[in-house]
């Protein structure tokens, strides 16, 4: 795999099993995690949104197994979520994994499009927001931000603010007179700045909130000394208006490489 692409996919690993960590033993979320071959799996029978039922890695740091595919397929079927996602990058190993998801009934969706920063001065966003790192005072408050934005259940929101505890977290907020407005989160581990987590209040659209919040976590990571900076949102597509798309690469972050996503069919 090249280095780049590796390093982006060990950094979305760490971010989420750190995550995992902070949400361990939050009711009612009930998420629960384990690493197998290598890879982080993650099921919260609290809220089956995709974000937190996933795996991360497959066949990327180790081959995967086919018993592996099968038992969580098992898990996740027993837990009652019915749409989650298996992340699968081209290099992935063996050959055979894309057979083995297949006779699971795991099928491809929507892929993810990975995007690279190399840590360049971003444009100013021109928004008229107060954006400050924050602390667990704003937690909550981040996490219905976020919540909200992505369907997300409240149960998620307890986790969601553990990560303004986290010390790996940095947490950005955008304010409108005093209201906390957007939001956006950044994890820094080996040298690279992981972006994730941006979200915008119903309340408060059209002023520059996710590019302001684009802005702050690319100087934040810079400042930490981040040599590369990296997120992800849906390849674009047809008929989509692809918003998020279009602000990140405004940011300055290129086109790195597509992910496939595979879910259970019908």
Same mark, same amino acid.
Request: net charge negative; hydrophobic share 40%; proline share 5%.
């Given at each position: 795999?090249?280095?780049?692409?590796?390093? =982006?996919?060990?950094?979305?690993?760490?971010?989420?099993?750190?995550?995992?960590?902070?949400?361990?033993?939050?009711?009612?979320?009930?998420?629960?995690?384990?690493?197998?071959?290598?890879?982080?799996?993650?099921?919260?029978?609290?809220?089956?949104?995709?974000? *937190?039922?996933? =795996?991360?890695?497959?066949?990327?740091? /180790?081959?995967? @197994?086919?018993?592996? *595919?099968?038992?969580?397929?098992?898990?996740?079927?027993?837990?009652? %979520?019915? @749409?989650?996602?298996?992340?699968?990058?081209?290099?992935?190993?063996?050959?055979?994994?894309?057979?083995?998801?297949?006779?699971?009934?795991?099928?491809? +969706?929507?892929?993810?499009?990975?995007? %690279?920063?190399?840590?360049?001065?971003?444009?100013?966003?021109? !928004?008229?927001?107060?954006?400050?790192?924050?602390?667990?005072?704003?937690?909550?408050?981040?996490?219905?931000?976020?919540?909200?934005?992505?369907?997300?259940?409240? /149960?998620? *929101?307890?986790?969601?603010?553990?990560?303004?505890?986290?010390?790996?977290?940095?947490?950005?907020?955008?304010? /409108?007179?005093?209201?906390?407005?957007?939001?956006?989160?950044?994890?820094?581990? +080996?040298?690279?700045?992981?972006?994730?987590?941006?979200?915008?209040?119903?309340?408060?659209?059209?002023?520059?909130?996710?590019?302001?919040?684009?802005?702050?976590?690319?100087?934040?990571?810079?400042?930490?000394?981040?040599?590369?900076? /990296?997120?992800?949102?849906?390849?674009?597509?047809?008929?989509?208006?692809?918003? !998020?798309?279009?602000?990140?690469?405004?940011?300055?972050?290129?086109? !790195?490489?597509?992910?496939?996503?595979?879910?259970?069919?019908?």
């Amino acid at each position: 795999m090249e280095t780049n692409h590796q390093r =982006v996919e060990d950094v979305e690993l760490a971010a989420f099993l750190d995550f995992s960590e902070a949400a361990a033993g939050l009711e009612p979320l009930a998420l629960q995690y384990e690493i197998a071959d290598q890879a982080l799996i993650m099921r919260a029978s609290g809220d089956p949104h995709f974000l *937190i039922n996933r =795996v991360i890695g497959l066949g990327v740091l /180790a081959p995967a @197994r086919r018993e592996t *595919i099968s038992r969580f397929r098992q898990d996740f079927e027993k837990t009652g %979520i019915d @749409r989650y996602f298996v992340h699968i990058v081209d290099e992935a190993q063996p050959q055979e994994l894309k057979s083995w998801l297949a006779a699971e009934n795991l099928v491809p +969706q929507r892929r993810w499009m990975k995007f %690279i920063h190399k840590g360049g001065l971003s444009p100013e966003s021109g !928004s008229d927001l107060e954006v400050r790192l924050v602390d667990g005072a704003y937690g909550e408050a981040f996490g219905r931000i976020v919540a909200a934005s992505f369907d997300m259940k409240e /149960a998620a *929101i307890p986790a969601l603010a553990k990560l303004t505890e986290r010390p790996k977290w940095h947490i950005y907020m955008g304010f /409108a007179e005093g209201q906390p407005a957007a939001a956006g989160a950044l994890f820094v581990d +080996q040298g690279v700045g992981w972006c994730d987590f941006g979200a915008t209040s119903s309340k408060f659209r059209r002023r520059g909130g996710q590019r302001a919040m684009l802005e702050a976590r690319i100087k934040a990571a810079r400042d930490l000394g981040c040599d590369l900076i /990296a997120t992800e949102t849906g390849e674009a597509v047809e008929g989509d208006p692809q918003h !998020s798309y279009h602000n990140i690469q405004w940011a300055g972050f290129e086109e !790195s490489y597509l992910r496939d996503n595979f879910a259970p069919g019908p």
